[in-house]
């Protein structure tokens, strides 16, 4: 991960200025499941992507406090560009009873956590986010912010697709608040150990960042869709949908569906659809299904235009010096024909 730069930098929102890497072994984890690439050991499940790593939670304590840092947190993702926000933590009892949640407050939009992931979600981010592992416990339900209506939110199920007891349950199943959203492994996932090698766990703090990584996958495939519609598309994908249960969700999703070109959701694939891979880029990118397309413009989020050339006719690859020298940061690809013209995002980084 490294020797790629694929991780784009750190911020310890708990303790500004800190190294986010001396704190709890489970951003690691977390991590790892996401961005491993270790042949016969680990491939996460977005083992090209790139990273901000940000720490919102402070592990000794459970204050609402930490609700304001996940909430900074977030806007500074949004902020750097991120397509995804991973958020394997959540809140409904503290330290302090008398700043405990009640039942009545998970609506879906009135913790103020919960405002602000739909907000997220809204900016165009895919905010997925750990159901939570008070299935066992007193509490029982889903925590925040994922129970906010706009994210989406990852039960636990074991390797035989049974959902798991510590698993946290959604509120109701009436069609107001269909919560969790889906499923994925929570029991004995592989990761990384921060003392070397591989070790397993369970939690639906590993069930998110698998689903995370695959709807970073989406999001480079579907470079012009929305947040929200990469978000319902993993929902249809669900083997119980349109069907949920409190305790599943719409099911786990099947994303080889994708792949195979078989789904029929909102977002049916459309392998004529011009794409640009890597994305995010760091030297040099290509343009797919290009055909009627003759040049490509790169533009700043402010508009000023920062690059410029014609689209091989014979090469789908565009290398230049001068896309190394681009500052990170978000651009938008307009590529132009005799009678069409089409605009991705671009990330640099």
């Not at 809140?91 to 405990?100: G, L, P, V």
């Not at 925040?144 to 946290?168: R, W």
């Not at 009436?174 to 004995?188: E, H, Y």
């Not at 592989?190 to 070790?199: F, L, P, R, W």
């Amino acid at each position: 991960l490294f020797a790629r730069n694929g991780v784009l930098g750190t911020y310890d929102f708990v303790n500004p200025g800190n190294n986010v890497y001396n704190e709890h072994y489970h951003g690691n984890a977390v991590l790892s499941i996401m961005a491993g690439n270790d042949h016969g050991f680990l491939i996460g499940s977005a083992p090209s992507a790139s990273y901000w790593l940000l720490r919102s939670e402070d592990v000794d304590t459970e204050s609402p406090l930490e609700e304001d840092y996940w909430i900074i947190a977030a806007e500074f993702a949004d902020s750097v560009g991120c397509d995804v926000i991973n958020t394997s933590l959540g809140y409904s009892t503290f330290d302090n009873k008398e700043f405990d949640h009640n039942y009545e407050q998970f609506t879906g939009n009135t913790l103020k956590i919960s405002k602000a992931a739909n907000m997220a979600v809204d900016k165009g981010i895919v905010v997925v986010c750990s159901a939570g592992n008070s299935g066992n416990d007193s509490w029982g339900h889903i925590v925040a912010p994922s129970e906010a209506k706009e994210v989406l939110s990852v039960a636990a199920v074991n390797n035989l697709g049974e959902i798991v007891n510590f698993s946290s349950r959604g509120f109701s199943d009436d069609g107001f608040l269909p919560k969790p959203d889906i499923s994925a492994m929570g029991v004995g996932v592989t990761y990384a150990s921060s003392y070397g090698g591989y070790v397993t766990g369970n939690g639906t703090s590993f069930s998110s960042p698998i689903i995370a990584g695959m709807a970073a996958c989406l999001v480079a495939y579907y470079p012009d869709k929305t947040s929200h519609e990469i978000i319902q598309l993993i929902r249809e994908l669900g083997d119980e949908y349109p069907n949920h249960d409190v305790a599943y969700g719409y099911g786990i999703p099947d994303f080889s569906k994708i792949i195979e070109g078989t789904s029929n959701t909102l977002l049916s694939t459309n392998l004529n659809e011009t794409t640009i891979f890597p994305n995010p880029f760091q030297r040099t990118f290509s343009i797919f299904n290009s055909e009627g397309l003759e040049t490509l413009e790169l533009f700043t989020i402010e508009g000023k235009k920062v690059f410029s050339c014609k689209i091989p006719v014979n090469s789908n690859q565009i290398s230049s010096p001068q896309l190394s020298k681009l500052k990170k940061g978000v651009y938008f690809a307009v590529l132009k024909g005799d009678q069409v013209v089409k605009s991705l995002k671009l990330m640099k980084y």
